[in-house]
Structures are given as C-alpha cells and as structure tokens.
C-alpha cells in the first residue's frame, strides 16, 4: 500500500524557518517525481515544488522561489521542504504528493499544518 | 504559464442529478495532461480523472472525463451522497508551474 506521511508543520515567526518532512513507504521511492502542494485555510491547492526521481529537474513556484528548497534521500525514502523566510501568507496545510510533469499526483499525504504568525 | 479557470464556482444540485464541471486552459494542455481531483473537508485531494479521460483506479464509472486542448469537463452521471465535496482540475504538461484551478464545490440542492 502506497502511504505518504508529512511531518514538521508547527507554529513559527514571520522570518523563521521550518522543515517538513515526507516519509514515502509502499512503492520504489526512487523512481518517481514528488511535490509539494499547499492550501492556504479556505482556500484552493497551490503547486509549490517539484522534485525528479534523481534530484535532476527541481522546479519552484514563484511565490516560493528563493525561500523554499526542496529535496530528497532516495536511500531514506524522504522528500524534504526546507522552508526559510517565512510570511504570514504561507500559512497552509502542506501535501506532499507522487507525480510531477507528465503524470498525475495520484497519491497524497494527509497534510502537516504550517502556521506562521507572531 | 497555463492558467486553469473552473466553472460554475459552486453548484446546487440534488441526489441522482447530473454534474458537469467545467476546465478552461488559458493555452493548450500539452497532450491532454489535465486531471481532476476530489477533495473533501479535511481530507487530501483524490486523485479522479488523468490523461484528460482516464479514470483513475477505484474511481466509480459515474465520474467521466472529456476534452481537449483548451476545454475540458467533468461528468458526474449521478450524484450520489458521498460526491458532495470540491473538485480541481490540474495541468501536468507543460514546464511547471503545474497549476490547479480554483475548484468548484458542489454541494446539496
């Protein structure tokens, strides 16, 4: 059974740092592309982050980009967001998801919250 | 980038009707690499629809994709009790971003 579980969601400061964490078990970790996608509260899904099979294509949102670095250990199974500079407007449920260009996100993790508020 | 526009924004229907959802692509969807997901409160979203008509596996027969290009739908035949929730559309063809429409949350008449 494929499963996907996040990790690392918490409350954080405006200009702080937080790393989420997504452990993949169920299915060849290293032969799949994986996201991160986010939902603000109430809101719809915003792509944020896409990562190749061997870590040689990684694409960024622009909302994202030069804050956000995503990552993977293929030998671990994980699929990281290191997130830095932190804003209000990134408060959302944050999804790790299997796909990327050319194929669907087929399966997702639950979600881990990030706050981000003083 | 490719901009995905949902409509109706909201649809009031009753049990056993038919839903059809709308996808307009600001460009065309590179080999029809539109999918459709459901999601339901505080659940992630499922993945239905892929490839613009292929349903994805365990998905009911009620749940129908179409289109091409820059126009794309989906089907409920039948609404059932559990079909109340919000659907995306997504496009995973073109060089990322791989963006997600708006959604468009049906809900009981």
């Known amino acids: 059974e494929v499963q996907l579980v996040e990790s690392g969601g918490g409350l954080v400061k405006p200009g702080g740092s937080l790393r989420l964490s997504c452990a993949a078990s169920?299915?060849?970790?290293?032969?799949?592309?994986m996201n991160w996608v986010r939902q603000a509260p109430g809101k719809g899904l915003e792509w944020v982050s896409s990562i190749s099979s061997s870590s040689s294509y990684i694409y960024y949102a622009d909302s994202v980009k030069g804050r956000f670095t995503i990552s993977r250990d293929n030998a671990k199974n994980s699929l990281y967001l290191q997130m830095n500079s932190l804003r209000a407007e990134d408060t959302a449920v944050y999804y790790c998801a299997r796909g990327g260009r050319d194929s669907p996100f087929d399966y997702w993790g639950q979600g881990t919250l990030v706050t981000v508020s003083s | 980038e490719i901009v995905l526009t949902q409509s109706p924004a909201t649809l009031s229907l009753s049990p056993g009707e038919r839903a059809t959802l709308s996808c307009g692509a600001s460009q065309s969807v590179s080999s029809s690499y539109l999918a459709w997901y459901q999601q339901k409160p505080g659940l992630a979203p499922r993945l239905l629809i892929y490839?613009?008509?292929s349903r994805a596996t365990g998905i009911p027969d009620r749940f129908s994709g179409s289109g091409s290009g820059t126009d794309f739908t989906l089907t409920i035949s039948r609404l059932e009790p559990e079909d109340f929730a919000v659907y995306y559309c997504?496009?995973?063809?073109?060089?990322?971003?791989?963006?997600f429409g708006g959604g468009t949350k049906v809900e009981i008449k």
């Open positions: 997504q496009q995973y063809g073109s060089s990322p971003p791989l963006t």
């Open positions: 490839d613009a008509s």
């Open positions: 169920g299915f060849t970790f290293s032969s799949y592309s």
